[in-house]
């Protein structure tokens, strides 16, 4: 015979458990993210736990004085390099840092499926590879929860294969990454498929004039190239957002700023045509414009 009273206590406690568990996790609780350790100078080491296998990363962490509700940026690498030597290269924290801005610098993993891969983003060109994605959206959230960092304004910036992965953070997860940053970066077809499903987050293509990996249809080198050219990506973004005023403007030595912005929301697209560049962080020198300031000038729009 049924012990009802024995029932209706099993389904309480089963109940207050439940209970229990929603109030200690919520859906933007980070997944995955274990073993975070400090090796010091502000670098940090941890394991991402990947569909089937473990991923290890490193990222440096540069704090504003205050990081509660602050606006947070992801810096990812290019092929081959790290955290530090990307740091090293671009130094944006400066900047970025006393304007109330955090800044963490992260490495890549080489891919598992691929012998003798280097540290990099699976930037969705592979059907095999690293679930990125996951795993800086929860690098993300592992920020926020730790830091107060705020869940509305953290953005993405990258170079080479850390900004083609940019591309496909800003079509993929616009929910976690308000605004994207990609210097020479290109996008993977099947991403670019995907663009006009939905609106996407704000983006800012920096693209050199002589970058022969960046396909553009403004030297014809998009007609021989797998990746979609940068000028037909860039507009796709501003269809989806529903960006519908745009504004030239000639800076530096030559080189051509374009701002797409609309009425409804504050989503832009903006890009950079420098002149006389190749697939390489912006020399002021040799193009007369600060690329690490017009980033932050991109993302102030954005807060």
């Known amino acids: 015979m049924l012990n009802l009273k024995k029932i209706s206590a099993l389904l309480l406690t089963i109940s207050a458990c439940a209970a229990l568990l929603c109030a200690c996790a919520t859906p933007n ?43 947070l940026i992801l810096m990812l690498h290019g092929y081959g390099e790290s955290a530090q030597i990307f740091r ?20 890549g993993a080489p891919n598992p499926f691929s012998t003798g891969s280097s540290n990099g983003w699976n ?25 107060g960092f705020d869940p509305d304004r953290t953005f993405a910036v990258g170079f080479s294969n850390g900004a083609f992965m940019t591309h496909r953070l800003a079509v993929e997860d616009p929910q976690t990454f308000a605004a994207c940053v990609s210097v020479s970066g290109i996008m993977a077809p099947k991403v670019y498929d995907e663009i006009s499903l939905r609106p996407r987050a704000s983006f800012f293509q920096v693209t050199g004039e002589k970058d022969d990996v960046v396909p553009k249809n403004s030297d014809g080198s998009a007609k021989y190239a797998i990746a979609p ?11 989806s ?32 045509f420098n002149k006389n560049t190749r697939h390489a962080w912006p020399d002021e ?14 993302l102030d729009t954005q807060l």
């Open 29 to 71: 609780d980070p997944q995955g993210i274990e073993n975070v350790t400090a090796k010091g100078d502000n670098t940090y080491t941890l394991t991402y736990k990947d569909t089937d296998h473990d991923v290890g990363h490193e990222f440096i962490l540069d704090l504003p004085a205050e990081t509660k509700k602050a606006p």
């Open 88 to 107: 090293q290269t671009v130094h944006l924290e400066e900047l970025a840092v006393p304007k109330g801005y955090g800044v963490a610098y992260v490495t």
């Open 123 to 147: 930037y969705g060109i592979d059907e095999q590879g690293n679930d990125d994605v996951a795993f800086l959206k929860n690098l993300a959230r592992y920020l926020q929860k730790e830091y």
């Open 229 to 239: 050219a940068i000028e037909d990506v860039l507009d796709a973004l501003a269809a």
């Open 241 to 272: 957002n529903e960006l519908d005023q745009v504004e030239e403007t000639e800076i530096g030595k030559a080189s051509v700023l374009t701002k797409m912005t609309g009425k409804k929301n504050k989503k832009q697209v903006w890009h950079l």
């Open 285 to 298: 020198k040799l193009t007369g414009v600060n690329v690490n300031e017009l980033i932050m000038e991109f």
